[in-house]
């Protein structure tokens, strides 16, 4: 068994390195399976044993014209009217209608123009909000409500605004349901000593749904008053959603830019919060405004974001969101505007006083670029491409009005469905009511198999009248196989088997993975009912292709024979691990540049060129080299404005320090995001000065600096010389005194050793152990006395 698997492997491993579509035709049975295969011709009738060919492989003698099936894609355009900025009538995107015949695999590339017409009716609600907090801020409004009405005439002379207002649910926790609160929620004055109005509070109120009645704007906001509620965040979302889906109540126009501007300076309530009032029903994303106001803020529960932001698309609405300069708050915005497409946020100054060009900065930016997306789902790629000079992922900034601008999708269908093939497909700018359709049509199936052509033959003599013959190939009826349905689930196996292997030559039939009945392979089960075992040889699979984490193809494809994994929409590699488009190499609300320019966009990684000075960072966008240059940049500025030194004098501070105003704080937090860039200057006093930077949006700074340099006088060099003779002659003396303690230490062990030992002598004082007596007496054994 070893070596038949052993032998298995090989081929599939000889099959991957081939592995590409020319092989694929020949193992198609079908016609339609063989048209589905891009490339793939099939002949009804073929003059050798094989059907369907790859189309370069097309030998003449292999079929006849007539009996050739290849079906070819088609276009065709059914509306295309030409752009145009007639008021009422203005056409920004051409053609408007195509209709598409395309086989599965078969790439169409959709050219298509866009251009931004002049004077596009605009629609602006504005919704604020009305806790007491805020009143400051509607009487700005108030008195800017015409300049604002101006300001937007000067853009477009069709343009209509609207106002609504909002609180927060009424109930506790949200806000204290104490009748006497109620009535009265606030207790504020004014800074003149003038009592706030202040009335009961409410959820979303529409005040003045759109119109061009300017005066009555501005009428509305000084008529409309305040609230009082208990929580921080309030209840904007309610508002948000209400006013983007109740199109008769808002009155907005289908052909028009549509422009909610959220004005607030607190936090915001999300799906969820309810459930502290016990409103625990999801919100449904429907209108339910009576007079004006919203009716069931006790019944459904806030928006989550995603909500927002899917409403939003839907409805074209772009969403400003004008915050009160809170730094918390600010940020919470910030995040929120990078979750829902088509905002921005702008920071509100203290009185609201820049509102006006808040607005016209985000109108702005929202009309300057174009973002192209289509609806196309999972079986249908559409990819988006410019040649404009600014481009950005799916679109291209810096448009001006009347500019054309060349787009091209590249359409392409991945799957054939068993219900339908027809699709439809808009490709729009986002955030426009205007789009392309195109009616799709994907070939997935050959004419000739269809019960009323002449080549589909039930019970034909061709299939053993046990088959229908579709196309010249037989589909046996249930019980029967073959080629031409001779062999019956009930007959005895055939002993002859070379027809169940790939060669003569080869000892295994089936790849060892089957048996041959009847002549044909009958590939084995896998216990697990995922994987199958296919092919005339039983030598496909769906199981055999690289995994990652355990997952085939990443789950993102489908498992082909020979071990190739056919992704989904959106993901290559040789196991769909990576992502197709280079988006996501694009920093979200960065310059739109692929790895900021600086990088390469590999499998979904930037991968950072290595260039003079290096950036590194996920979108390639740090560079710790670098970032001095824009401190340095930053510097004059900062110098000139809080410490009134460095290389601007005032004057010149005023003229050329107008991008930010620097702000003075006495201790630099250090623990910031990493969008927070900190810089330590040292100047030519030899001050140490730190300020810090960071990008509320693509233009705008905000900057914050210490109050104080800090700074060091010039050095004392008499208090120098004496500091170093005095450490020299310190460091002697006790050198010194170690030497002293040292010997001193070493005369007493030695002393005490010497009394230690003469303690212990053996003999007396007077007793000298070498003394030998001059004389010695023998006695002689021969002598006698
Ligand atoms: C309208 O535009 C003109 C010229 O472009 C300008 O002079 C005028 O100040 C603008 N008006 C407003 C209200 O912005
Ligand atoms: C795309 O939108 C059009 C028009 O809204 C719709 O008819 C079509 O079914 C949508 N297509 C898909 C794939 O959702
Ligand atoms: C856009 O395409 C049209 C033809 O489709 C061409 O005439 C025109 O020059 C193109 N414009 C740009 C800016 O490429
Ligand atoms: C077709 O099947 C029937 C049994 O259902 C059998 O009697 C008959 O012989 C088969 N025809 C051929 C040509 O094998
Ligand atoms: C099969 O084996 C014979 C003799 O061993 C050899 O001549 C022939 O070339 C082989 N055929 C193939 C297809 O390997
Ligand atoms: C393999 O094929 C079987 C039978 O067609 C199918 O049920 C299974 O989902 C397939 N597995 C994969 C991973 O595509
Ligand atoms: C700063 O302003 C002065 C005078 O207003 C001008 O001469 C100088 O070029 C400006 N410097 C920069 C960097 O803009």
């Known amino acids: 068994m070893v070596p038949l698997n052993a032998l298995f492997l090989l081929f599939l491993t000889a099959k991957l390195i081939s592995g590409d579509s020319t092989n694929n035709c020949k193992s198609k049975e079908t016609c ?13 009738n073929p003059k050798t044993e094989i059907h369907c060919v790859y189309e370069s492989e097309v030998r003449d003698s ?21 752009l145009a900025s007639t008021e009422g009538n203005a056409v920004q995107i051409r053609p408007q209608r195509v209709k598409l015949t395309l086989r599965r695999g078969e790439e169409y590339k959709l050219h298509f123009q866009y251009a931004q017409a002049e004077n596009y009716p605009v629609d602006l609600y504005y919704i604020m909000d009305l806790s007491a907090s805020m009143e400051e801020h509607r009487e700005k409004l108030a008195k800017l409500g015409a300049k604002l009405a101006q300001t937007m005439m000067n853009i477009t002379n069709n343009f209509k605004l609207g106002f609504g207002s909002f609180v927060d649910k009424v109930d506790l926790p949200f806000v204290s349901t104490v009748p006497a609160k109620l009535e009265h929620p606030c207790n504020l004055n004014k800074k003149n000593g003038q009592k706030v109005v202040c009335v009961s509070p409410y959820s979303f109120k529409n005040h003045m749904s759109l119109s061009t009645d300017y005066n009555k704007f501005s009428q509305e906001v000084f008529d409309a008053k305040v609230s009082g509620n208990l929580d921080a965040p309030e209840g904007g979302f309610d508002a948000l959603m209400q006013a983007i889906v109740c199109k008769d109540v808002i009155g907005w126009r289908a052909q028009a830019r549509h422009l909610i501007v959220f004005s607030t300076d607190a936090e915001f309530h999300i799906a969820g919060d309810g459930k502290l009032a016990g409103v625990v029903e999801p919100n449904d994303a429907r209108c339910h405004m009576v007079k004006n106001s919203y009716t069931d803020y006790l019944k459904l529960d806030y928006p989550s974001i995603s909500q927002i932001n899917n409403v939003a698309k839907e409805n074209n609405i772009n969403i400003v969101f004008a915050i009160v300069n809170k730094r918390r708050i600010v940020d919470s915005y910030k995040k929120l505007s990078q979750v829902v497409e088509n905002s921005n946020m702008g920071a509100l100054d203290e009185k609201s006083e820049n509102v006006i060009k808040l607005v016209v900065e985000n109108y702005n930016k929202i009309v300057d670029s174009v973002t192209i997306s289509s609806n196309s789902s999972n079986d249908v790629e559409v990819k988006i491409s410019s040649t404009c000079p600014h481009p950005k992922a799916n679109g291209c900034t810096n448009i001006h009005v009347g500019e054309i601008v060349n787009f091209t999708a590249t359409i392409k269908p991945l799957e054939c469905s068993k219900d339908s093939n027809h699709k439809t497909i808009t490709i729009k700018p986002e955030a426009l009511d205007e789009s392309i359709t195109i009616d799709l049509e994907v070939l997935c199936d050959c004419g000739c198999e269809a019960t009323n052509s002449q080549f589909f033959i039930p019970k034909s003599d061709k299939c053993s009248t046990n088959g229908t013959l579709k196309c010249g190939v037989c589909d046996c009826d249930f019980g029967f196989f073959g080629k031409s349905c001779e062999c019956s689930t009930e007959t005895s196996q055939s002993n002859d088997d070379t027809t169940c292997k790939p060669n003569k030559n080869d000892t295994t039939v089936c790849s060892g993975l089957g048996i041959c009945r009847c002549g044909q392979c009958q ?3 896998r216990t697990n009912p995922e994987e199958k075992i296919f092919g005339k040889y039983c030598d496909c699979d769906n199981y055999s292709c690289k995994r990652v984490n355990g997952k085939l193809c990443s789950q993102r494809g489908t498992c082909e024979c020979g071990g190739i994994c056919n992704c989904e929409a959106g993901w290559t590699g040789d196991a ?22 600086h990088g390469t966009c590999n499998c979904g990684k930037c991968e950072c060129l290595d260039e003079e000075v290096r950036y590194s960072g996920k979108y390639c966008d740090e560079c710790p080299t670098c970032e001095g240059q824009r401190c340095e940049e930053l510097r004059p500025c900062v110098e000139c404005q809080v410490y009134k030194s460095g290389v601007y004098n005032q004057d010149e501070c005023k003229a050329n320090c107008t991008n930010f105003l620097t702000e003075v704080v006495d201790k630099i937090d250090n623990h910031q995001d990493s969008d927070v860039k900190t810089c330590t200057i040292v100047d030519d006093n030899d001050c140490t000065f730190v300020f810090q930077y960071e990008y509320l949006d693509e233009k705008q700074l905000r900057v914050v600096a210490e109050k104080e340099k800090v700074c060091r006088g010039p050095p004392d060099v008499l208090a120098w010389v004496l500091g170093v003779i005095g450490s020299i002659l310190l460091a002697g003396l006790i050198l010194l005194l170690i030497w002293k303690v040292c010997t001193t230490v070493h005369d007493r062990r030695e002393y005490a050793r010497f009394e230690n030992e003469r303690q212990k002598m053996k003999w007396h004082r007077n007793e000298n152990p070498l003394y030998k007596e001059a004389t010695s007496t023998f006695a002689n054994p021969l002598y006698h006395k």
């Open 62 to 82: 292999w079929c006849e014209d007539n009996f050739v099936i290849n079906p070819q894609g088609s276009d065709e355009v059914l509306q295309n009217s030409p």
């Open 523 to 525: 590939c084995n089960r």
């Open 32 to 44: 339609s399976e063989c048209i589905q295969e891009i490339g793939c011709l099939w002949c009804i």
């Open 576 to 597: 769909c691990q990576c992502p197709d488009s280079t988006t996501v190499c694009v920093k979200p609300d960065g310059n739109n540049l692929i790895c900021n320019g």
